[in-house]
């Protein structure tokens, strides 16, 4: 049975009432109303996973879907680099103008697999305009996405949830779905971020949508916010599904190690709610880095984790010192975190990023590391500055970065990648 959720309407909405006819009309549905009992009702718009386009099989399951509107913007890579560090899937309402004034975020949001939906053109309150304006809206949205991505929005989500019968009858005529949400934190209004937090985990119940933001002004609070709600809904049992697009659920992980040569044996597989982002080892066994910032010690001592602790960006990479007796840990904006006999020599931690970190590696000659972006470029902090592949325009995406050993130099590893069509 579905909770009762207490919705909170933006200025100007006006369906609070509509809202739980919906939900009452879901839970019938779900009861096994029929077709026939259905015919004739006005159009209403999608409020859970089951109902968006290919939702029907999250019914009855505890997962919930994570969704961002008014971008693509400047906050857009800084969402994504949380998302794809925890390994979670989520949907993006996009705001045609600002499609193409960031094609390049859009490019990123699609290259990453995450489904881009029609947020309108220029974000306006339909439900004030004429038929014909409303149609532009949303036709000259779906141009946009399609020409820049090759791939065509299935749904629309109408300005801050406003629609009366006109408009979604204009929707559902197009062949599309209005996809509204179930779960409002109102990020929007910079609440706080314990305040973002507590609301979606307050709300949560299976197949939710929770209606977040990465654009349509400063979003560094829900950037904030982002990895305190998967890692609280993981915690309570829930997976994540995207909406509309067909990005599979993120399952539990588990570690695969296998041994060659004189390494060290692999050990019992660890099962992580999220996903492994690094490893380091020395000549006893290694220790597995997660990306919510826990650690997992095989062989070796344990000397300390993030887990647990406040991450405003998840850990992508770690390296060990050269003697084997610490660590480091790196996040996707840069931040260093040392256990053991790890020094800290400085990070790209709070400093302008173009795109997120990936990974380090330790200079075994000077015993300090380095860190690699994305986009190739290399950061070097009490070690030997190289060269880098940052602001080159080859298309490739980076992965990692491995130093030669006993020092002198290190590879900048990467893969080439079509650009979206």
């Known amino acids: 049975m579905l909770p009762k959720i207490d919705f909170v309407d933006r200025p100007g909405s006006n369906h609070r009432a509509a809202r739980f006819a919906a939900l009452g009309a879901a839970v019938a549905s779900l009861l096994g109303a029929t077709t026939a009992q259905a015919a004739g009702a006005p159009p209403e718009p999608a409020f859970y ?21 008014d971008g693509p913007g400047p906050f857009t890579p800084k969402v994504l680099s949380v998302l794809e560090g925890y390994g979670v899937p989520a949907t993006f309402f996009e705001i045609g103008e600002n499609v193409t004034e960031y094609p390049q975020y859009t490019k990123m949001v699609v290259s990453a697999g995450y489904p881009v939906e029609d947020h309108t053109w ?16 949303i036709a000259r949205t779906q141009q946009a996405i399609r020409s820049l991505t090759g791939e065509t929005p299935r749904c629309v989500r109408p300005p801050d949830d406003i629609w009366d019968s006109t408009v979604l009858g204009q929707i559902t005529g197009a062949g599309l779905t209005a996809m509204s949400y179930s779960i409002d934190p109102r ?29 349509g002004g400063t979003r560094s609070e829900t950037v904030a916010a982002l990895p305190k709600i998967i890692i609280g ?35 019992t597989p660890t099962a992580s709610d999220t996903p492994f982002a690094g490893a380091a080892g020395s000549s006893d066994g290694y220790w597995l880095a997660e990306s919510g910032g826990g650690v997992v010690a095989n062989g070796v001592p344990f000397y300390g984790s993030m887990g647990g602790k406040h991450l405003s960006e998840p850990i992508v990479g770690m390296a060990a010192t050269p003697d084997g007796h610490g660590y480091w840990l790196v996040a996707a904006g840069g931040g260093i975190f040392g256990f053991g006999d790890a020094r800290s020599y400085g ?18 000659a000077t015993g300090g590391y380095w860190e690699v972006a994305a986009d190739g470029g290399v950061f070097s902090f009490h070690a030997p500055f190289y060269g880098s592949m940052g602001g080159r325009a080859t298309g490739d995406r980076f992965f990692a970065i491995v130093a030669s050993p006993g020092g002198g130099g290190y590879l900048v590893v990467g893969q080439h990648r079509a650009a979206p069509r």
């Open 347 to 364: 990070s790209m931690g709070g400093k302008h990023l173009s795109r997120p970190i990936v990974g380090m590696a330790t200079d075994t």
């Open 187 to 215: 990020d929007w209004s910079m609440p706080g971020v314990t305040a973002i937090v507590s609301r979606v985990l307050g709300a949560a119940f299976p197949g939710g949508v929770v209606d977040l933001h990465d654009g």
């Open 49 to 69: 996973t089951w109902q968006a386009p290919g939702g029907g099989t999250t019914a009855g399951h505890r997962v919930i879907a994570l969704t961002f509107d």
């Open 122 to 137: 220029s974000h306006p309150d339909l439900a004030t305009l004429p038929a014909a304006q409303v149609d532009a809206q």
């Open 233 to 267: 809904l993981r915690a309570k049992g829930y997976g994540f599904v995207s909406i509309c697009g067909s990005r599979a659920t993120s399952p539990r992980q588990t570690s695969a190690v296998y041994a060659f040569g004189h390494a060290p044996a692999p050990g």
